[in-house]
């Protein structure tokens, strides 16, 4: 299976509408990959936070639509990683005026919707996204041919009882789209190898490059095997990181090492 993930550089002095196009080029020029992967909230960067409601769009809005070309263009199953989505509002009665969320979108090769994740565990304390999305509540896999794709969503990473809740659910490649800091590098790559080895499965993680709000990005896209071996890694900058892998080493290393078994499920707590 050969995957691309797009480092995209996300910085303030391109207009969405042109990153917009140029990203939806660099997806089609992927033409013979099987799996296309982009960034977290890449039209306005994951730190934009002033850009997140003007910047909105409703789930099949402009995003949308450059991305189910782009995916049917180049014939590619495309996790066009995330926008800041503006749902309807509760009572249905005005579209486009609920809650935001941080929604990725996967696409088939012919251009179809395959899944919507919205980001569950959201970044910034009581502030910036914390405060001005809506947490999401569901999990999502997606079965491709040859392997079945957990979602997850930068902040995600932290949490692994959240992959661990994925691989219950089937999933082998853990698709996670971010919009990391360069001043927390380290942790990005540690715990991108730690999902891999504790679930063993595939990791696909796909940040930006560039400066937005002050914040530089990490970049270092990575790709990490049920192993913990690190298949390819990104530098700094913008970079298409292609590589091939092969699904089967998921259930062979869950074979060989069958770790996920001895899991011990509902433990007693502390006796006081
Ligand atoms: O957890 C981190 O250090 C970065 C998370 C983040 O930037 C995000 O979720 O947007």
Known sequence: MRASLIQIA?????SVASRRRRTAALVREQAGADLVVLPELWTTGAFAYEAFGPEAEPLEGPT????AKAASDAGVWLHAGSIPERTASGSGSAAGDGPLYNTSLVFSPSGDLAAVYRKIHR???????AV???????????????????????????????????VDAGAETLVIPAGWPERRRAHWTL???????ENQAFVLACGTA????????AGHSIVVDPWGEVL????????????DFDPAKVAATREQFPALKDRMLGLEPPRR
């Open 132 to 166: 001005l999305m809506s947490a999401g509540r569901d999990l999502v896999t997606v079965r491709l041919p040859g392997t079945t794709l957990g979602l997850a969503t930068c902040y995600d990473l932290r949490f692994p009882e959240l992959f661990r809740s994925l």
């Open 232 to 243: 390819a890694e990104a530098g700094a900058g913008e970079e298409v990181l292609t590589v």
């Open 210 to 217: 560039g400066t937005h709000a002050g914040v530089p990005q």
């Open 123 to 129: 970044f910034g304390f009581d502030q910036g996204e």
């Open 10 to 14: 996300v910085d303030e002095g391109e």
């Open 64 to 67: 949308y639509e450059a991305m």
């Open 191 to 197: 715990l991108a190898q730690a999902r891999a080895v």
